[in-house]
T-cell receptor, first 113, second 111 residues
C-alpha cells in the first residue's frame, strides 16, 4: 500500500551510460514532481507534471528527460550520465489544490563512477 | 527565485533539552511548509502555515509564522532520539506546487 514508490532504490553506473528511474503513486494525485537532493542535502525541484502535462521545467540539462505516460506515473530518463549527476532523486506527488503538501517517494540514490 | 534561509545548519542537542530552528526570508512569504527527513529517508510533511502570526502545535513541536510573514520557527521541547533528522522549511511559490526548500537544519541528539 505504498503511496509513492520509486525504482530502483540504488543505481550505480558508469559515466556516459543512460539510465531510467520509475515512479508511481496510488494516491490519486494529479501532480507529480522530480526533486534532486545533492550531497549537502539541498533539495531542488527539477520537473513537475500535472495530468501528464509538463508544468515546471527548471534549469536542468537536456540530458534529463521526464515522461508521464499517465497521471499516476512519472519516469526520469538520464542520458550520458556525468559524475555531477550523483545525487538522490526523489519523486513526489500532490493534489491539484493550492499549497497542497508533497508526498515523497523513498528516493533513488544514483552514483556515477 | 528567492530562497528561504534556515539557521542553524547543524544543531547538537542533549536529550531532554529544547531547541529552535529558524526560517527567514527577505520578502513576504505566501506560506511555509515544514518537512522532516530522517537519516537515509525521504522528506515527510509536518505542517503548513499560511496566516500571519499563526501558531500550530503537534505534541512536542510548535510551529510559528511571523507577524510580517517573513520568518517561521520550529521549536521542539524535551528532545528525544526520535527527533534526529533534517528539518526543512519550504515555500510553495506558485499554484502548481513549486516548493522552494531551505537548506535544512540537521539535528543530532545526544543521549
Amino acid at each position: 500500500d505504498t503511496a509513492v514508490s520509486q525504482t530502483p532504490k540504488y543505481l550505480v553506473t558508469q559515466m556516459g551510460n543512460d539510465k531510467s528511474i520509475k515512479c508511481e503513486q496510488n494516491l490519486g494525485h494529479d501532480t507529480m514532481y522530480w526533486y534532486k537532493q545533492d550531497s549537502k542535502k539541498f533539495l531542488k525541484i527539477m520537473f513537475s507534471y500535472n495530468n501528464k502535462e509538463l508544468i515546471i521545467n527548471e534549469t536542468v540539462p537536456n540530458r534529463f528527460s521526464p515522461k508521464s505516460p499517465d497521471k499516476a506515473h512519472l519516469n526520469l530518463h538520464i542520458n550520458s550520465l556525468e559524475l555531477g549527476d550523483s545525487a538522490v532523486y526523489f519523486c513526489a506527488s500532490s493534489q491539484e489544490t493550492s499549497y497542497s503538501p508533497l508526498h515523497f517517494g523513498n528516493g533513488t540514490r544514483l552514483t556515477v563512477t | 527565485g528567492q530562497q528561504v534561509m534556515q539557521i542553524p545548519q547543524y544543531q547538537h542537542v542533549q536529550e531532554g533539552e529544547d531547541f529552535t530552528t529558524y526560517c527567514n526570508s527577505s520578502t513576504t512569504l505566501s506560506n511555509i511548509q515544514w518537512y522532516k527527513q530522517r537519516p537515509g529517508g525521504h522528506p515527510v510533511f509536518l505542517i503548513q502555515l499560511v496566516k500571519s502570526g499563526e501558531v500550530k502545535k503537534q505534541k512536542r513541536l510548535t510551529f510559528q509564522f511571523g507577524e510580517a510573514k517573513k520568518n517561521s520557527s520550529l521549536h521542539i521541547t524535551a528532545t528525544q532520539t526520535t527527533d534526529v533528522g533534517t528539518y526543512f522549511c519550504a515555500e510553495m511559490t506558485d499554484s502548481w506546487g513549486k516548493l522552494q526548500f531551505g537548506a535544512g537544519t540537521q539535528v543530532v541528539v545526544t543521549p
